[in-house]
Each structure stands twice: as C-alpha cells, then as structure tokens.
C-alpha cells in the first residue's frame, strides 16, 4: 500500500516536473514577414544604399539564407502557405484576396497559430492577414487569439486603389480583432504602431511565463508606401529606402523586447518577405538583386526572399547557409519545436528546417513547384530549375506547356540567362516527369475568391 502511494506521489511528481520542464523548454517563435520586400533590399543582402542595421546585426548574430523561397509571387497564396505549411492551391486561394472577394481560408485548414495554441502558446498576429476578413476567415478564428493590422493589402482602399472596381471598396480597415477600430489610418503611423502592439505582446507574454508565436506581418514596402516622420526623407532611396528603414527599425525594436524581457535565449525570431519587389512601379518597388523578374512572376526574383533566423544559443552565429527552404517549411518547423502534433489528415508540403538551422545541415535536396494562379510553371529539383511552361505568361493565365521548356543550372546561373535544355535532354525529361506526378497528385481546392 505505502508502496504504491510512493509510486503514485513519484509518479506524479515526475509529470509535474515533465509538465514544468515541457513548459520551460517550448521555445517562443517570432515571425517577421515583410511585404514586397526584394531579395536585394537589404544591407546583409548586398542593398548598396538602403540602411538594414537591425537585420544586418540579427544576420551576423544568427543564420542568413541564400536560397530560401516563398512559395507564391503574390500575397495571398503566400500567406496561405506560410501559414499552413502546403502549397497554396489545396486550399483554394491561388491568387490575391481583394476587399469585394467573399472567400478566404477555411475553418477546416489548420495553421501554425492552431498548431501551438493547441500546445498552449499564446499567439498574436500583427498586421496584414490577407487570407479573407470576413467573419469566419479572420485570424482570431485561425488559432490567433488576437489580431490588430490592416486585413489585406495597404492599397485596397478607394483612394489608393487602381483597380476599376475601387468604388465597391470600404475606407481601408484597421482592425482590433475581429472590429473595424479605425478606418484609413494614416499609414505613415502604421509601423510604428504595429511595433508597439507586437512588443507589448512580446513583454506581456514574458511576464505570464507563457510560451509565444508572434506572426509580426508588416504593411510595408508595399506600395502606396509611408514612412514615419522620423525616418521620411531620411534614406538615400526615396521613399521606399524611408519605409524599408523604419521596417528594419521595428526589427530592432522587436529583439530589444524580446532581450528586455529576458527570454533572448528561448526565442527564435525569423524574418522573410511574401514575394519579392514591385519592380515595374520603378523607384516605389526594390529590387531583386541579381535574381531575374518580380513581384507575380515565377522567376526567381519574384520568390527567392531573405531569410534570416536568430536564436542565441542554438543557432551558431555569423552563418550563410546555401541550404534549399521555403516557407511552407515554417509550420512543420514551429510545430517540431513546440511538441505539437502536425494537422492530422493533410497533406504537408513543408519540411523541418531545424537540421540546416541547428546543424548547419545543407544536405537537403531542393525540390519546388512555382505555381502562377492554378497552373505549375517550373520546378527545382537540386540545382536545376525547368521551365515547362513560357515564362512570359502572366500570372492569372492558364498556359499550356511550352514545347521549349527553359532549363536553369541555378548554382552556376541563378540570374536564368544562360538555357541549357538541349544540352541536358536527360535532366529535362526528369523534371518533367516530377510535374506530371505532381500535378496528378495535388487535389487543387475550392477556389477562394
Ligand atoms: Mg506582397
């Protein structure tokens, strides 16, 4: 009998102290998203002019990426991947969300936010959603238990808006929740305002000694671009240089919360862009750097981002990792390091990236479908990226395979000037067939729009 109440009062005692450890041990997780952002308009990325001090220092105290995807041209199918860990088109929103769109992310889709609040983190997202903001779509019903930032993109309002459906528009919203709180904020305030809600969450959740997954998605350099008062006219590229500035600001603002509240060594803080520049609106987008194309296409300044992660202690600093990544890997990654289950019943498209983090692990074989709308365009497999379809065709269209496909060494070529498709008949046929097996296995979901 005594033996047993032993047994019993060890047993318990040891999950108590599981539970204790199992909560010490649940890293908090910050993900900061930039918008329109390019693979070239960052100091650490080798941005000649604009000043990234913050992200300069959080590269060099942590791990930059080089060959690190979004998986969609465009917002919305970005963030839906982002945050469900899977190509965009299972669940149906392939292309950008607009204010008169009724659709959005479903209830049944489940999201990193999902994933570790099930695991008991507290989750916040500041700043743009962009996957529907009616009712049933908006964050707080996606695992977020709260929400404050502008639902899509800052230039969906009547005023801004070159769309010729602009008069169906409401004034631009700037939610609290699931409330319209304030219509068309002045964006000049914007990033500065979503950096105190995204620090005041971070200091809060600190103080609770609660884990935490901040989703920290800016507004900016998305045109029509602002910039606060403090850093207008400031930078040496216009106004874009200004806005990219004040955005590398909040970074700052947010590590010096995150070291302030003392939990530096139990965080990781990534940041990454939704698609790369707008370059055809000239000196209001960025620039890609050496990569070709932009913003909605598949080339890859359109969908190679920055990436950089920093965890003191558990990512080695001063790294560039040549190592392959997309964001469909973030959710797989969040949940592995939260204990959380991964959704149950659907297909994951994404990968752990915690051997290349952690390890400094390159050894992961590249493989990536670029999708424009519903329609795979290219592949990557290692170092070689295969056009199958003609790269001129814009996003929104439905073209039919190219009886000329490109094919890319992006090791040796990642501008994708050089084609080499006739001299490598062998790797064609083999990326081609990928596409083929692919497109016969991914079921595309309802079209949300
Ligand atoms: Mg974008």
């Not at 918008?35 to 960052?42: A, E, H, Q, V």
């Not at 049933?136 to 009547?158: A, C, K, Q, V, W």
């Not at 592995?336 to 498209?349: I, M, T, Y």
């Amino acid at each position: 009998m005594l033996t047993a109440m032993l047994n019993r009062r060890e047993l318990l005692a040891t999950l108590v102290s599981g539970a204790l450890m199992g909560a010490e041990t649940k890293p908090n997780i910050v993900m900061i998203y930039a918008d329109d952002l390019g693979y070239g308009d960052l100091g650490c990325y080798g941005n000649p002019t604009i000043r990234t001090p913050h992200l300069d220092k959080m590269a060099a105290e942590g791990m930059r990426w080089t060959q690190f995807y979004s998986t969609s041209p465009l917002c919305s199918p970005s963030r839906a991947a982002l945050m469900t860990g899977r190509y965009p088109v299972r669940c149906g929103i392939s292309k950008v969300l607009f204010p008169y769109s009724t659709g959005g992310l479903k209830a049944g889709e489940t999201t990193v936010a999902d994933a570790l609040k099930g695991v008991g983190y507290a989750t916040a997202i500041v700043g743009k959603w962009h996957l529907g903001h009616k009712g049933e779509y908006l964050p707080t019903r996606h695992g977020f238990d709260s929400y404050f930032g502008i639902p899509y993109s800052n230039d969906m309002s009547p005023a801004t808006s070159r769309s010729p459906r602009k008069s169906e528009y409401p004034p631009t919203p700037l939610m609290r929740n699931e409330t319209v709180a304030e219509q068309e904020p002045d964006q000049s305030t914007l990033t500065g305002r979503y950096t105190e809600e995204a620090t005041g969450f971070i200091r809060a959740s600190a103080r609770a000694k609660k884990p935490f997954f901040l989703y920290f998605a800016h507004t900016f350099p998305h045109w029509p671009l602002a910039a606060s008062a403090k850093f207008k006219g400031k930078s040496k590229r216009g106004l874009f240089g200004d806005a990219v500035e004040e955005l590398d600001w909040s970074v700052g603002e947010v590590l010096r919360a995150v070291k302030e509240a003392g939990v530096e060594g139990n965080t990781l803080v990534m940041f990454s862009s939704d698609n790369g520049p707008a370059m055809p609106l000239r000196e209001e987008g960025g620039t890609a750097g050496q990569l070709s194309g932009w913003k909605s296409q598949n080339w890859e300044g359109g969908q190679r981002e920055p990436f950089i992660a920093r965890w003191p202690g558990r990512i080695k600093a001063g790294q560039v990792s040549h190592a392959f990544g997309c964001t469909m890997d973030i959710l797989p990654t969040c949940a592995k390091l939260a204990g959380a289950r991964a959704p149950v019943g659907r297909e994951l498209d994404g990968a752990d990236l915690g051997p290349a983090l952690f390890q400094g692990d390159e050894s992961r074989e590249a493989l990536f479908f670029y999708y424009g709308d519903v329609t795979v365009r290219a592949v990557r497999k290692g170092p070689w990226k295969l056009w199958v379809t003609d790269p001129k065709a814009g996003f929104a269209q439905k073209p039919a395979r190219t009886a000329t496909p490109l094919l890319f060494h992006l090791e040796h070529d990642p501008s994708e000037r050089f084609n080499v498709a006739e001299k490598q008949p062998e790797v064609v046929r083999e990326l081609t067939a990928l596409v083929d097996r692919h497109v016969a296995q991914v079921k595309i979901g309802e079209l949300q729009e």
